[in-house]
C-alpha cells in the first residue's frame, strides 16, 4: 500500500532564505505526485504535480520539486521564501493504477520570519 | 475558477446529535470526496462518490455516512456525533475518475461535538 512521510512538521525560516520541504513516499507501483497549500484560514490548493516527462516540475510562484524515483522522494525548494508563503504544504501522491485515490501525508507547517 | 463550497465554517454540536455537512462544487465535476483533516495526521479520506447516487468508502467510514443526489451536492452525515468526531472536515472535487486529476477544495468545516 501506498504511504507518504513528510519528515518535518514545522519549518521555521527567514524571509529571503531557501527552503526545503521533504516528502518520501512508498509504492509498489509507478505514481504521481502533488504539492498542496493551505493558506491560514483556507481549503487546500494545487501547488504543482508531476505526471510524467521532466523530473523537475515548477510552480507560478517560485516553488519547485524533483521527483526522485530511486529514492522516491519529492522535495519541494523555493531559493527565496516571502512572508506570503507561510502556510502548511502537503505532499500526497496517488498510484498510476490506484483508481480516486489519493494518499496525503501529514503536513508541514512553514513559518516564514521577517 | 472552479468553486467549492461548504454550508458552514464553523458548528458546535452535542453528543448524539444528527449533523449535516453540506459541499457544492459548480464545475460539473464528478468526483467528490470527504476528508477529515486533524493536526499531525494530514487529510484521511472518509467516502468518495464518482456519480449521482453512487459512494465508495474510504479510510475511515465509520460514523459517517454520505448522500449525493443531484452531481453538484455532496453531503456528510454523522448520524450520532460523538466527541471523537471534532475535527475540520474537507469537501473536495475532481473533473474525472483519474488518479492524476488535481482536486479542488472547499474551505473546511470546523466541528466542535460538545
Known amino acids: 500500500a501506498q504511504s507518504v512521510t513528510q519528515l518535518d512538521s514545522q519549518v521555521p525560516v527567514f524571509e529571503e532564505a531557501p527552503v526545503e520541504l521533504r516528502c518520501n513516499y512508498s509504492s509498489s507501483v509507478s505514481v504521481y505526485l502533488f504539492w498542496y497549500v493551505q493558506y491560514p484560514n483556507q481549503g487546500l490548493q494545487l501547488l504543482l504535480k508531476?505526471?510524467?516527462?521532466?523530473?523537475l516540475v515548477e510552480s507560478i510562484n517560485g516553488f519547485e520539486a524533483e521527483f526522485n524515483k530511486s529514492q522516491t522522494s519529492f522535495h519541494l525548494r523555493k531559493p527565496s521564501v516571502h512572508i506570503s508563503d507561510t502556510a502548511e504544504y502537503f505532499c500526497?501522491?496517488?498510484?498510476?493504477?490506484?483508481?480516486?485515490?489519493?494518499?496525503f501525508g501529514a503536513g508541514t507547517r512553514l513559518f516564514v520570519k521577517a | 475558477d472552479v468553486k467549492v463550497t461548504q454550508s458552514s465554517r464553523y458548528l458546535v454540536k452535542r453528543t448524539g446529535e444528527k449533523v449535516f455537512l453540506e459541499c457544492v462544487q459548480d464545475m460539473d465535476h464528478e468526483n467528490m470526496f470527504w476528508y477529515r483533516q486533524d493536526p499531525g495526521l494530514g487529510l484521511r479520506l472518509i467516502y468518495f462518490?464518482?456519480?449521482?447516487?453512487?459512494?465508495e468508502k474510504g479510510d475511515i467510514p465509520e460514523g459517517y455516512s454520505v448522500s449525493r443526489e443531484k452531481k453538484e451536492r455532496f453531503s456528510l452525515i454523522l448520524e450520532s456525533a460523538s466527541t471523537n468526531q471534532t475535527s475540520m472536515y474537507l469537501c473536495?472535487?475532481?473533473?474525472?475518475?483519474?488518479?492524476?486529476?488535481?482536486?479542488?477544495f472547499g474551505p473546511g468545516t470546523r466541528l466542535l461535538v460538545l
Open positions: 473536495a472535487s475532481s473533473l474525472s475518475q483519474g488518479p492524476h486529476e488535481t482536486q479542488y
Open positions: 500526497a501522491v496517488s498510484e498510476m493504477t490506484g483508481g480516486f485515490k489519493t494518499i
Open positions: 462518490s464518482y456519480d449521482v447516487k453512487m459512494k
Open positions: 508531476y505526471l510524467s516527462g521532466s523530473t
